[in-house]
């Protein structure tokens, strides 16, 4: 059954640690996305990628790090620059023409 | 700057009633506009969506409705069913399809049983 997977869950991190969370899809989709959620506000876009090898910034891509070196794979690392990394985070895929599927999201904590 | 504003944060509506969700944008530019649906600690699920060439766009239990000149959109669940419990986010982007949408804030949406 064709999905994204986010891994882990539920993640912390310590001060100044570096961290990468996982996103994986088996839909064969060319466009990933990575987005933040905080209580009480929209998704908000992070960085994306359209093809394999490339990727763009999104609106908040400060302390925040990216690849794509394979399609079905768009890891991001929340580098020890971001000063508030305690959110919930979103990986998204696409194909033209059709909507944005989600995986279930991760959950990062500071300890 | 809010680009996408969904005004209500929270709505709550008997169960078999029409619920609507509202969202307001100030980008004129956007032309393709998305309702997502989201249950706590899960990823938001696709509802349905409408481009700026419609004024209404129907699935099933699900309608949305676009006023270009006021630059507004809304969503009607008739009727709603306890399981329609759960935050709404409208989207918008300024191509049909994918890439760089922007979203509400979101508006919690409980059924009274």
């Known amino acids: 059954d064709g999905g994204i997977t986010q891994s882990p869950k539920y993640l912390f991190r310590k001060e100044g640690q570096n961290v990468t969370l996982s996103c994986e899809q088996n839909?064969?989709?060319?466009?990933m996305y990575w987005y933040r959620q905080d209580p009480g506000q929209g998704l908000r876009l992070i960085y994306y990628?359209?093809?394999?090898?490339?990727?763009q910034k999104g609106d908040i891509a400060e302390g925040y790090s990216v690849s794509r070196e394979k399609k079905e794979s768009f890891p991001l690392t929340v580098t020890s620059a971001q000063k508030n990394p305690t959110a919930f985070y979103l990986c998204?895929?696409?194909?033209?023409?059709?909507?944005?599927?989600f995986g279930d999201g991760t959950r990062l904590s500071i300890l | 700057d809010q680009q996408v504003k969904q005004n209500s944060p929270s709505l709550s509506v008997q169960e078999g009633r029409i619920s609507i969700l509202n969202c307001d944008y100030t980008?004129?530019?956007?032309?393709?506009f998305l309702w997502y649906k989201k249950y706590p600690a899960e990823g938001p699920t696709f509802l349905i969506s409408?481009?700026?060439?419609?004024d209404k766009n129907e699935d099933g239990r699900f309608t949305v409705f676009l006023n270009k000149s006021a630059k507004h959109l809304s969503l009607h669940i008739v009727p709603s069913q306890p399981g329609d419990s759960a935050v709404y986010f409208c989207?918008?982007?300024?191509?049909?399809?994918?890439?760089?949408?922007?979203f509400g804030t979101g508006t919690r949406l409980t059924i009274i049983p």
């Open positions: 998204a895929s696409s194909i033209r023409l059709e909507a944005q599927h």
């Open positions: 839909l064969n989709h060319d466009a």
């Open positions: 990628s359209q093809i394999v090898n490339d990727f």
């Open positions: 980008n004129s530019m956007f032309d393709y």
């Open positions: 409408i481009s700026s060439i419609k």
């Open positions: 989207a918008a982007n300024k191509g049909f399809g994918n890439e760089k949408l922007t």
